[in-house]
Nanobody
Framework: QVHVVESGGGLVQAGGSLRLSCVTS????????VGWFRQAPGKEREFVAA????????YYANSVKGRFTTSRDNAKNTVSLQMSSLRPEDTAVYYC???????????????????WGQGTQVTVSS
């Protein structure tokens, strides 16, 4: 069993930055692809970013490309999502998800992920 816990959400003004963290516990973090998803009120959950188990491959939704960066420190079982130039439309509950995967694999569909965190709220005021 793998536990996934997000942290770092909060309230920020438009144009500001936040850094989310995702800590996995249980089996070795280096065996898991990790994805970030978000869900705004009244909307479906959407893909934000993904990173391979090695950290060598990342992929972003067009809506966040150039503003968000995901990275990982497998020694600390931690994946981060650095969010900059935040916009009110980035307001959502952000989820981290993990799935066993080969070293250079990424997953971009929510149905690909087996383990999910509880989510952390990000609110961007205008």
């Amino acid at each position: 069993q793998v536990h996934v816990v997000e942290s770092g959400g909060g309230l920020v003004q438009a144009g500001g930055s936040l850094r989310l963290s995702c800590v996995t516990s249980g089996r070795s973090a280096s065996n898991y692809a990790v994805g970030w998803f978000r869900q705004a009120p009244g909307k479906e959950r959407e893909f934000v970013a993904a990173i391979s188990p090695s950290g060598g491959i990342t992929y972003y939704a067009n809506s966040v490309k150039g503003r968000f960066t995901t990275s990982r420190d497998n020694a600390k079982n931690t994946v981060s999502l650095q969010m900059s130039s935040l916009r009110p439309e980035d307001t959502a509950v952000y989820y981290c998800a993990a799935d066993p995967a080969p070293e250079q694999a990424i997953r971009i569909f929510s149905t690909d992920y087996e383990f999910w965190g509880q989510g952390t709220q990000v609110t961007v005021s205008s």
